[in-house]
């Protein structure tokens, strides 16, 4: 299959509930293959809950999600397991394992899948490390990076197994404009080069500028838009443009 | 059936045994798989069982001679002084080693479990595991529970072995009972059984320990304030579960091995 064409991941009806409050309320959702597309909405709106359920991390209370075809939403943790070897995700704190080194965070998931060649694992470590610019800071314990550094060596984590999809949770959040622009050229690279299809939960308009070949907006639980980046800045929506322009209507 | 669960507490008790039962028979059936990565598993054992010999040393020394002193005391006054061996003997095997070294391991070990998974849980690495296809049951809680079960009859022994020596040079050398008598009389009322009793018991309080202590961890919720709470919970479950468990299971291991008579 061309790696540019259809569908990855397909989402309709997907409804989520926490404490009673209804958190997704049948959310439609294609996420083409090979693309970049952006998920925008207000803080504590479900955009990360969303990301979770693509890749098993939540069971859905209703709803089908389907992963190359393949229903996910019933799956138990082990039924996953060849799922989540093609989904990566960048979790928005990191989520380095803080009891290892930067190289042993890096080097898990290889371990993991059964490379046991040490020169292998250490080219291999290298190479994530040169590609999010952490280069020689292997031997560092996660709790003595900055927060961008954490989250760029979680991204080498997730690169380094080579999948065909990333979610990224909030990939720049808290970061300064470089270190953003960083990901945003790195998120954009692998989807030209590597053709990795990548779901981004943002609400920074100008990495969604940089990097969206798609993008939706979650709101009150359901998809509100869903196009191109000319479309959601063309359009006349009220909502869209008070997001876009970062309009609230609180009285001062 | 709504009785029993109109009670919070009845509730919370019910969600909890199920959530540890299924822990157990995760953590079980994956044992019972192989899945089962001795790379951590030797770790862990460095970490529970090396790490914890001060404190199981400590407790058996000072619990044997003070032990080994009370007995003394109310036997000196019936002229049976030479019976303290036997008596500390039987009681380390059968109930104060195994009991005690539950207990401290419990407070030691299962708050470090719970403390170390619990952060992993609310710092989503937890969920990381999960991402990258890895299954926490296997990575976290089976090394744990099998270096508990190798770990905890060893430091039992342990145990026992520095509490019997406490009580030898207590009674011996401060209280001036006959070493000989008493060495005979330990030697001939202390049977195998008595042994087997211990280790046994060892092992079901290692269990317990390692899924309440991961349980705890797995369900933390809520930062930091969960992640003291859950430790909290760790220890004094295990503990609370140890007491009680350790009774039933005196009663159905006398039946197996009946407290014995002397061998003349």
Known sequence: MNPTEGNLIEVRGLRQTFGGQEILRGVDLDIPRGKTLVLLGQSGGGKSVFLRHLIGLLKPIAGSIRVEGEEIAGLDERELEPVRRKIGMLFQDGALFDSMTVFENISFPLRERGLRDETEIRRKVREALELVALSGQESKMPANLSGGMRKRAALARVIISEPSCILYDEPTAGLDPIVSDTINRLIRRLQSHLHVTSIVVTHDMISTNHIADRVALLRSGRIHFEGTLGELHGSPDPVIRDFIDGRSHEID | ?264
């Open chain 2, 1 to 264: 059936m709504k009785f029993p669960y109109s009670f919070p507490l009845t509730r919370a008790f019910s969600l909890y045994m199920g959530q540890a039962s299924l822990l157990a028979w995760e953590a079980f059936t994956s044992i019972l798989a192989g899945r089962i990565r001795w790379r951590l598993v030797l770790r862990q054992i460095v970490e529970i069982g090396f790490g914890s010999q001060a404190v199981v040393i400590v407790t058996g020394i000072f619990t044997g001679a003070v032990f080994t002193a009370q007995i003394f005391f109310q036997f000196n006054a019936l002229n049976m002084s030479t019976a303290v061996g036997p008596v500390v003997s039987v009681a380390l095997f059968r109930e104060l080693g195994p009991v005690l070294t539950g207990l401290m391991v419990a407070g030691r070990v299962g708050a470090a479990m719970s403390a170390e998974i619990g952060t992993m849980k609310v710092t989503e690495q937890i969920d990381a595991l999960r991402a990258l296809a890895v299954n926490p049951i296997d990575y976290l809680v089976v090394p744990r529970a099998v270096a508990m079960m190798i770990s905890m009859p060893l430091l039992v022994g342990e145990c026992i072995f520095f509490a019997l020596s406490a009580s030898y040079f207590v009674a011996t050398r401060i209280l001036n009972v006959n070493s000989v008598f008493f060495l005979h009389h330990m030697e001939s009322y202390t049977h195998g059984k008595d042994m087997v009793m211990a280790l046994t018991k060892g092992f079901v309080f290692a269990v317990i320990v390692a899924i309440v202590g991961c349980q705890q961890g797995l369900s933390t919720r809520n930062g930091a304030v969960g992640v003291g709470r859950s430790t909290t919970d760790a220890v004094v479950i295990s503990s609370l579960t140890i007491l009680m468990v350790n009774f039933f299971l005196t009663m159905a291991l006398n039946i197996v091995f009946p407290a014995g008579q002397a061998r003349y």
